[in-house]
């Protein structure tokens, strides 16, 4: 078995995180507190998932517009910004009835309440015994990293789903370690039910012949849409692909897509007129996109094929979660969050020499902790991407923009996957240290 002991640290260690990791926990961790309620009259994408919600009790379309139903549920003084729609599949919207019972600032900070419990619990299930077996000690660091982050500011701004997926993927992680492979599959199915790219996991279980969660995954799937069906009714499908679908497109070449896709769109693609193209050529931005995903999933295929042992499996399932970052049609810097386990993983599994944890570190620090904003801000003219209001110049990335600052994260991502890639894991009974 990988690492039969938690590692031990020295006592200069534990001093020094105790000394700098205790206040830095201190001080973000009351400027989370802070955040967990939502700013006066300013709306996130909570509101969409609330709405929705509301919608339903009051008999009105699941996926009625932003504009129709925010002042519907909140007053005139609301209004929807950059999307007017719900972009979120139906079981989301299932997952969140509980909580339109409540005011929208009631309900807000419940969901961020509960999402960190999520968020906990995952930590516990990656560093207990059973799991990869971090030592306690190893908690003020993560914390240090993750209540830092901007992923999670942008989480509980938002009032995003990711934390619900992070806890489903560990689970499913956690379950599959221990031969629970139907089970394992249906909680992938039921992330890959409230937010559609988790799906993109099943690949795990297809290249390792592992039938039982290939099936399990269906059925969860196709149960929690099913029951979404039956407690929406079934035109909130329709609504979605038809209505929805092709809205949520239109995002596809704003500046913190990090996937492949807003990659190419924003470079061959770009009709939001937040870039300006190399070349507007939707055919090869389509083909760019296409190849690309297939050459990631591809390499990923192939080291889930040829996994064999725990630490092996683990490092197979942590480079699923990165590619799926990667061949997202959408990915936002809060889905940076979704890389705890990947991180946790790899930093296990992969040889403790220099240059893979100061990679790891820096990958760490770029998709995570640095708001993509002030590189933004720092280095492109204008107001922002998404500069509001009267005398305002809204921002617009050049070509040679987006090939540099504007697709870093882009790039940081894709250095993280061949890091995982073309590094072999230690042997299961090798012992690696945290430190």
């Given at each position: 078995?990988m690492?039969?002991?938690p590692a031990?640290?020295?006592p200069r260690?534990k001093?020094?995180w105790?000394?700098?990791?205790?206040?830095?926990c201190?001080?973000?961790?009351l400027?989370?507190?802070?955040?967990?309620s939502?700013?006066?009259?300013?709306?996130?994408?909570f509101?969409q998932?609330?709405?929705?919600?509301?919608?339903?009790?009051?008999?009105?379309?699941?996926?009625?517009?932003?504009?129709?139903?925010?002042p519907q549920?909140?007053?005139?003084n609301?209004?929807?910004h950059v999307i007017d729609?719900?972009a979120?599949?139906p079981?989301?919207v299932?997952l969140?009835?509980p909580?339109a019972?409540?005011?929208?600032?009631s309900?807000?900070?419940a969901?961020?309440?509960l999402s960190l419990?999520m968020?906990a619990?995952?930590l516990w299930l990656i560093?207990?015994?059973q799991?990869?077996?971090?030592?306690?000690?190893?908690?003020v660091p993560?914390?240090?990293?993750?209540l830092?982050?901007n992923?999670?500011?942008q989480?509980?701004?938002?009032?995003?789903?990711?934390?619900v997926?992070?806890?489903l993927?560990?689970?499913a992680?956690?379950a599959?370690?221990s031969?629970?492979?139907?089970l394992?599959?249906?909680?992938?199915?039921a992330?890959a039910?409230i937010?559609l790219?988790?799906a993109?996991?099943g690949?795990?279980f297809?290249?390792?012949?592992?039938?039982?969660g290939?099936i399990?995954?269906g059925l969860?799937?196709?149960?929690l849409n099913v029951?979404t069906g039956?407690?929406l009714?079934w035109g909130?499908?329709?609504a979605?692909f038809v209505?929805v679908?092709p809205q949520?497109?239109?995002?596809?070449?704003f500046w913190?897509n990090?996937s492949?896709a807003?990659?190419?769109?924003?470079?061959?693609?770009?009709r939001s007129?937040h870039a300006?193209?190399l070349?507007?050529?939707?055919?090869?931005?389509s083909s760019?996109?296409i190849?690309?995903c297939l050459?990631?999933t591809?390499?990923?295929?192939?080291?889930c094929?040829?996994?064999k042992g725990?630490?092996?499996?683990?490092h197979a399932?942590?480079l699923?979660?990165?590619?799926?970052?990667?061949?997202s049609?959408?990915?936002?810097?809060?889905?940076?969050?979704?890389?705890?386990l990947?991180f946790a993983?790899?930093w296990r599994?992969?040889p403790a020499?220099?240059?893979?944890?100061?990679a790891?570190?820096a990958?760490?620090?770029?998709?995570?902790v640095?708001?993509?904003k002030w590189i933004?801000?720092a280095?492109i003219p204008?107001?922002?991407?998404?500069?509001?209001?009267?005398?305002?110049?809204v921002?617009?990335a050049t070509?040679?923009q987006?090939?540099?600052v504007?697709?870093?994260?882009l790039?940081?991502l894709l250095?993280?996957?061949v890091l995982?890639?073309?590094t072999?894991?230690l042997?299961s009974?090798r012992?690696?240290?945290?430190?």
């Amino acid at each position: 078995m990988m690492n039969d002991s938690p590692a031990e640290w020295s006592p200069r260690l534990k001093v020094f995180w105790a000394l700098v990791g205790g206040p830095i926990c201190l001080l973000w961790g009351l400027a989370l507190v802070v955040r967990l309620s939502p700013p006066y009259r300013h709306l996130h994408d909570f509101v969409q998932e609330w709405t929705s919600a509301r919608n339903f009790f009051v008999g009105q379309p699941i996926y009625l517009r932003l504009s129709e139903s925010i002042p519907q549920h909140l007053g005139s003084n609301y209004q929807a910004h950059v999307i007017d729609v719900n972009a979120h599949p139906p079981a989301s919207v299932l997952l969140t009835l509980p909580f339109a019972k409540l005011d929208y600032g009631s309900a807000y900070l419940a969901w961020n309440l509960l999402s960190l419990l999520m968020l906990a619990l995952s930590l516990w299930l990656i560093m207990r015994p059973q799991g990869l077996r971090y030592s306690p000690w190893s908690i003020v660091p993560i914390l240090v990293l993750i209540l830092t982050s901007n992923s999670l500011a942008q989480q509980v701004n938002q009032g995003q789903l990711n934390l619900v997926l992070l806890l489903l993927l560990t689970l499913a992680w956690s379950a599959g370690r221990s031969n629970l492979l139907l089970l394992s599959g249906a909680l992938i199915g039921a992330a890959a039910a409230i937010k559609l790219f988790p799906a993109f996991l099943g690949l795990y279980f297809l290249c390792r012949r592992q039938w039982q969660g290939v099936i399990g995954m269906g059925l969860a799937f196709v149960g929690l849409n099913v029951l979404t069906g039956a407690i929406l009714g079934w035109g909130v499908f329709a609504a979605y692909f038809v209505d929805v679908v092709p809205q949520v497109g239109q995002f596809r070449d704003f500046w913190p897509n990090a996937s492949i896709a807003g990659f190419w769109s924003k470079l061959f693609d770009s009709r939001s007129g937040h870039a300006i193209p190399l070349w507007q050529n939707a055919l090869l931005a389509s083909s760019g996109t296409i190849l690309c995903c297939l050459l990631v999933t591809g390499a990923v295929a192939w080291k889930c094929w040829w996994a064999k042992g725990r630490a092996a499996s683990d490092h197979a399932f942590a480079l699923c979660v990165i590619a799926m970052l990667l061949v997202s049609p959408i990915t936002w810097d809060h889905y940076f969050l979704l890389l705890v386990l990947p991180f946790a993983v790899l930093w296990r599994v992969l040889p403790a020499t220099t240059f893979n944890r100061i990679a790891l570190v820096a990958a760490i620090i770029t998709l995570g902790v640095i708001n993509p904003k002030w590189i933004w801000d720092a280095t492109i003219p204008g107001d922002g991407e998404l500069a509001w209001g009267e005398d305002v110049v809204v921002s617009v990335a050049t070509p040679l923009q987006t090939l540099t600052v504007v697709s870093y994260q882009l790039y940081a991502l894709l250095t993280l996957f061949v890091l995982g890639l073309v590094t072999k894991s230690l042997p299961s009974d090798r012992k690696v240290t945290d430190d």
